[in-house]
């Protein structure tokens, strides 16, 4: 068939008519490129809303999502996409290279996908717990602490005479008072009359250190001893019991220190990470390559 006959052929008119109207259509409405496309699903949808609450809870978005209206959602999704969007060209203007405080949250994050990811294959026997108690008892070392009762003398309410006072109560508490009964003497004192197991630092916090460090230097008794001055007044003192520092047996601490072990053999394995990582760079300092 001739060139003429084809050209009256309709199915040619069609095809050339629809070839026209692509061809228009492709020209008006072209198709996105691959990075233009947005797509906000579900997941996409729960990510935007616990990034944007800054707290992460799924169940709780999930139900949140659920209950949306349809206007709600639409609003949603064209936050979410705005979001997107608003990334994407920032990044295309080089801003995430430019901030150094996103540099830094990208560094922080990597570090973390690292660090999981490496813990996901720790595991510690009771013996490599153990063995890491024994290398580091150092850090469960307790202190000295005690345990007293006191009555309290305020130099606020008695002035100079709040020592005659502690002091005359001692002659009587030796003779009448228990530990127990220290609420009959004294003024109100700010924090507790009776301390059971106290460490130094707390008796200082409370009473300062020149009072904790003559209590300490007490030596448990039956009876009332001091009176003895702190940074609010004097105080007449029923010592109980102190105990010297000394490290906790293993069985008393094991929970804590599984815990510790753990953390310190994952942080051990992040830094192999990176270091793998690194295997995949070459560093330059400008005078030459680093080994």
Known sequence: M?????????????LAAGAALF?????????????????VGEAQLLDHLQRRAQLYDEEGFRELLAGMSEEERAQLVRDAAVTEALYREGQALGLAEADPMIKQRVVQQM?????????????????????????????????????FSHAFFSTDRRG?????????????????????????????????????????REIAGQFGEEFAVKLFEMEP??????????QYG????GLAERNAPRVPEFDEIAGRVVQ????????????????????????RDGAGIID
């Open 234 to 237: 004097w105080h007449v003192i």
């Open 111 to 147: 570090r973390l996908l690292l660090a999981e990811e490496e813990a996901s294959d720790v595991e510690l026997t009771e013996d490599d717990v153990r063995a890491y108690f024994e290398a580091n008892q150092a850090r469960y070392a307790e202190g000295a602490r005690v345990s």
């Open 221 to 230: 008794g039956e009876e009332w001893q001091g009176p003895i001055r702190s």
């Open 23 to 39: 061809l228009l259509a492709s020209w008006i409405w072209p198709a996105p490129e691959a990075g233009r496309v947005i797509t």
């Open 160 to 200: 100079p005479g709040a020592e005659a006072a502690a002091r005359a109560a001692l002659v009587e508490m030796r003779q009448n008072a228990s530990f127990g009964e220290a609420g009959r003497y004294g003024d109100r004192f700010l924090y507790q009359l009776n301390y059971a197991d106290a460490a130094a």
């Open 2 to 14: 001739k060139l003429t006959a084809w050209l009256k052929e309709p199915l040619v008119h069609f």
């Open 260 to 283: 510790d072990a753990i953390a310190d053999a994952r942080a051990l394995s992040a830094i192999v990470a990176i270091d793998r990582l690194m295997e995949n760079y070459e560093v």
